[in-house]
């Protein structure tokens, strides 16, 4: 592989001896003085300790984000917003070699990413921050006799809390993030346990962006300490949260006393349909990547591969040599391009569901089990593809986050689309075909939030991705997630 970057030094936050929480704008340790470790999940070795914060912490960050609800930051124009965000998107350009780094120290991610995380990262900030000077009402025309005006106004909805999960650290926080600031909006950020770091990265950021102190703030700890504190908080207005269903489901109980808003970007277990007509080549790379990239941790990821059956043979064959040739290995190796499982919890889970998958009587056409030798101090799993499976089996209908793809053969489009759609997810599906009537008929039918044609997995700031069924509810990216900030105020006036 060609290599198109130096391999960055190690992050300088690593030197703390503990990472700590961000509130109004300083730096302090969790109120009881706690904190726990995390760990690189390509060697195992001991990596950082962070501040485990708790109730007490997200008070004071709830009520911080609050009261710069209420001051300077309300007082900001469109334009001030957009100058801060635009300074962030310079700053994190400048700075994305160290941000990439943490996030693969700390959880795997292959550096080997960097080039699109320097594409990808800056252009999100830009794009909301193009959006700050664009948010707009509408002056509608009522039927009441005589002069009465009626027109809306786009409003922040308040203090918003943002959970975030461990799969795309960066990305994750700075997508929560960028709509949140364009729409006026004040954060409680709490990043995942098993991948706190470049969150904190990011404050510093922020920091010498200029924003205000109390507008973002940051507590990181546990899911079920801090990130249950957040979510029953009544002093938030909102929470957008990203992780699983099972949580998601935690998340609406929590928020139902102060009848928080709430979007909620959730599990998946897409499918990715391969028809007899499909561009081989293209189709079997695609579709293993679909579901390997990211080490199969990610939530759209190709989990569920159909394949017509005239090329159900050749399609597995191909696609379990190319699973073979796939170079897995310590994320900090330029070469590496399937990292380890992002921590000692996730390995295990996915190792039950190879477990669960054998016992069935599935066959494992190529991987199965957890790599040894140089990298058995890792987290690492051979690139695994199913066979023999049924519509009932566990590994087919439960999402594994991890790099495990079960096949199926099917026959007609109208046997795909329902085997598509036999799940309780709706996230993301690929289709691969030459046929375009074929390709528009499968997008329609599909219930998911996302459908690639000849592709998968493209992503853009401007374009909308979210989930149907249980896979959530609101739209991330795009101007959608703006909207998800903004409340809409009617106002009426009798000019008569
Ligand atoms: P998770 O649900 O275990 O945790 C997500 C976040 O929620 C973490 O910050 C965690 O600390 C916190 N949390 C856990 N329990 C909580 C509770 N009771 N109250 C409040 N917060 C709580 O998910 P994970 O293992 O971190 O991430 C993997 C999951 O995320 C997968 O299901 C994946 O599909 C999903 N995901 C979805 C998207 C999407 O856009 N739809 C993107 C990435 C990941």
Redesign the pocket.
């Known amino acids: 592989m060609t290599q198109h970057f130096q391999i960055p030094p190690r992050p300088a936050l690593l030197n703390r001896p503990v990472q700590q929480i961000f509130i109004n704008g300083s730096w302090c340790d969790a109120a009881d003085g706690r904190d726990f470790p995390t760990v690189d999940p390509s060697s195992g070795a001991p990596l950082a300790r962070i501040a485990r914060g708790g109730s007490e912490d997200i008070d004071r960050a709830v009520s911080s984000a609050r009261a710069a609800l209420e001051g300077e930051w309300a007082r900001m124009t469109p334009a001030d917003r957009q100058r801060i965000l635009l300074r962030l998107a310079d700053l994190v350009e400048a700075n994305i070699d160290d941000l990439a780094m943490i996030d693969t120290l700390e959880m795997g991610a292959p550096i080997a990413r960097l080039p699109v995380m320097r594409r990808r990262s800056p252009s999100v900030i830009r794009f909301y921050a193009g959006l700050v000077t664009a948010i707009e009402g509408r002056t509608i025309s009522n039927s009441i006799p005589g002069d009465v005006v009626s027109y809306t106004l786009r409003e922040p909805v308040g203090v918003v809390g943002a959970?975030?999960?461990?799969?795309?650290p960066f990305p994750?926080a700075l997508i929560k993030l960028c709509p949140v600031l364009a729409a006026g909006c004040t954060l409680v950020l709490?990043?995942?346990?098993?991948a706190s770091l470049s969150s904190i990265r990011l404050m510093e950021l922020l920091q010498e962006a200029g924003l205000p102190p109390g507008v973002v703030n940051m507590v990181t700890g546990?899911?079920?300490e801090a990130?249950?504190a957040?979510?029953a908080h009544p002093g938030v207005d909102k929470i957008a949260?990203?992780?699983?269903?099972?949580?998601?489901r935690?998340?609406i109980a929590?928020s139902m006393g102060n009848l928080k808003r709430l979007s909620l970007?959730?599990?998946?277990k897409s499918p990715d349909i391969v028809f007899a007509d499909a561009d081989l080549d293209r189709a079997v790379a695609g579709a293993a990547m679909g579901v390997f990239g990211n080490t199969g941790q990610?939530?759209?990821s190709g989990s569920r591969i159909f394949v017509q059956r005239p090329v159900f043979d050749e399609v597995v064959t191909r696609m379990a040599d190319f699973a073979r040739a796939l170079q897995v290995g310590p994320a900090t190796d330029p070469a590496t391009q399937i990292g380890p499982i992002a921590s000692e919890r996730?390995l295990m889970r996915v190792m039950s569901y190879l477990d669960a998958g054998k016992t069935a009587g599935a066959t494992a056409v190529v991987g199965g089990q957890r790599l040894a030798g140089a990298l058995e101090t890792g987290c690492f799993v051979a690139p695994t593809i199913f066979s023999n499976v049924s519509s009932d089996m566990t590994i087919v209908r439960e999402?594994i986050?991890g790099p495990v793809a079960v096949v199926i053969p099917f026959d007609t489009e109208a046997d795909a689309v329902k085997m598509a759609n036999d799940t309780e997810y709706g996230?993301g599906a690929g289709v691969w075909t030459r046929d375009l009537g074929c390709a528009h008929r499968m997008s329609r039918r599909i219930r998911a939030g996302t459908v690639w044609v000849n592709s998968y997995q493209l992503m853009d700031p401007a374009v909308p991705?979210?989930?149907m069924k249980q896979?959530?509810h609101g739209r991330?990216c795009g101007v959608e997630h703006l909207d998800a900030f903004l409340e809409t105020k009617s106002v009426w006036i009798d000019a008569g």
Not at 163 to 168: C, E, K, Q, R, T
């Open positions: 959970i975030i999960p461990w799969n795309a994750a709490k990043p995942s346990e098993d546990y899911g079920l990130g249950a957040l979510a949260f990203t992780g699983s269903t099972a949580t998601g935690q998340i929590a970007e959730l599990g998946g990610v939530c759209s996730q999402e986050f996230l991705m979210g989930g896979s959530g991330e």
